[in-house]
């Protein structure tokens, strides 16, 4: 359940920190993944209550487009990609964790009262998330070269989002 959940998180943050320790820059980016502005500060806004849009959309950013964000980017600064490709990259992980968040709203709008998909109806919500994942494809193809995981990913949503 939650316990297992949560501590299985813990032991990924603790695993990803060790392994990033070797790569100061990459470890940099992990931890603000997990800090204020990242997965403790959206977790906060969300035991907050926040039922606007708006706010869920900050809270989703900060608990899921910056931990893909982070993923991403630490791989791209590794390979010393471009300033471009890691701000076409961090746009592609925004729309990502959006409509990752979204989709797993869908799944629970039964029982969330303080969801995105509550709050916008679940038609409006699977429009949304269409045009989110556009964004993403958009955002994946700006890239230097082409990742076929990217675009992979964006499918996977798309199906995921129609079977919810």
């Known amino acids: 359940g939650d316990a297992i959940a949560l501590l299985t998180g813990d032991a990924l943050i603790a695993s990803a920190a060790e392994l990033l320790a070797t790569y100061p820059s990459a470890g940099t980016i992990l931890n603000s993944a997990f800090g204020f502005k990242g997965v403790t ?28 964000e982070a993923a991403v980017v630490s791989a791209l600064i590794n390979t010393n ?14 729309c990502i964790g959006i409509a990752f968040q979204i989709s797993d709203d869908l799944a629970d709008s039964e029982s969330d009262d303080g969801s995105f998909v509550k709050a916008v109806g679940v038609d409006k919500a699977r429009e949304i998330i269409s045009a989110i994942l556009s ?21 996977f949503l798309t199906v995921l989002q129609t079977e919810r």
């Open 135 to 155: 964004g993403a494809r958009a955002a994946a193809a700006k890239l230097s070269k082409e990742v076929p995981f990217l675009k992979d990913f964006v499918d």
């Open 41 to 68: 500060g959206g977790q906060a806004l969300e035991l907050d209550g926040s039922d606007m849009p708006s706010d869920i959309l900050t809270v989703y950013y900060y608990k899921t487009a910056k931990l893909f």
């Open 81 to 94: 990609a471009s300033i471009d490709d890691m701000k076409s990259a961090c746009e592609y992980c925004y």
